[in-house]
């Protein structure tokens, strides 16, 4: 079952702060997050494991509610390179190692 | 930094024919993995191979898909009758799957993909 992603589209100001939430109605073991730009692979960003671990870009930080199963992507200072639509991938106890992906949040961060 | 490459970038072909899609995975990553994605929609799962045999598969891996890893480096994905609807960018990934008992926590890299047009 897909993750469902909020807010659907974000526009910032360079500089601004940004929140992107990812919830599951199912049991998470991991939440990851990518990025991709217009025409391009998803990029790899964070990996949040049941747990606590965590493995991913040191200016870039997230959260992940067990309980609540919600992981939130918190992008900080934007640069206009944080542009593109930001996907969480998770896999719960039925979707073994593949990923199901939410339907992105388009970032568009203005000069 | 080692990647995932795909090969051809882009493929036009004729409604009915049969594609072949291929990637070479990040040499030392031992799962493997298709995804699709419909242009303005989320990434789709369809397939993911481990050890020469299908791991696991989504709904939409029916029977005019297959995968194969014909040599030590190559992993493709045949779509044999193809369809209208199966215009899409499709993906490869791999994770590199040293502790099968942690795979679920493995990063997957993805390629850059092929984007597939059916007419």
């Known amino acids: 079952q897909q993750p469902v992603q909020s807010p659907q589209a974000v526009i910032l100001r360079e500089g601004e702060d940004a929140v992107i939430n990812c919830s599951s109605s199912?049991?998470?073991?991991?939440v990851h997050w990518y990025r991709q730009k217009h025409g391009e692979a998803p990029v790899f960003l964070m990996i949040l494991l049941k747990g606590g671990e965590q493995k991913g870009h040191e200016k870039i930080s997230a959260s992940f509610n067990e309980k609540k199963q919600q992981s939130s992507l918190y992008l900080t200072a934007s640069q206009l390179s944080y542009s593109g639509t930001y996907f969480c991938?998770?896999?719960?106890?039925?979707?073994?190692?593949?990923?199901?992906f939410g339907k992105g949040t388009s970032l568009l961060v203005t000069p | 930094e080692p990647e995932v490459t795909q090969t051809p970038s882009h493929q036009v072909t004729q409604m009915g024919q049969e594609v072949i899609l291929r990637c070479v995975p990040i040499s030392n990553h031992l799962y493997f993995y298709w995804y699709r994605q419909i242009l303005g929609q989320k990434v789709e799962f369809l397939v993911s191979?481990?050890?020469?045999?299908?791991?696991?598969k989504s709904e939409i891996f029916d029977d005019q898909f297959s995968v194969e890893r014909p040599d030590g480096s190559n992993f493709t994905l045949k779509i044999r009758s193809t369809k209208l609807e199966d215009s899409a960018m499709y993906f490869c990934a791999s994770s590199e799957a040293l502790h099968l008992a942690r795979v679920h926590t493995d990063t997957q890299y993805f390629g850059p993909g092929t984007r597939l047009t059916v007419l």
């Open positions: 199912k049991a998470l073991y991991s």
């Open positions: 991938g998770t896999r719960d106890g039925n979707s073994g190692y593949a990923l199901n």
């Open positions: 191979f481990y050890n020469n045999e299908i791991s696991e």
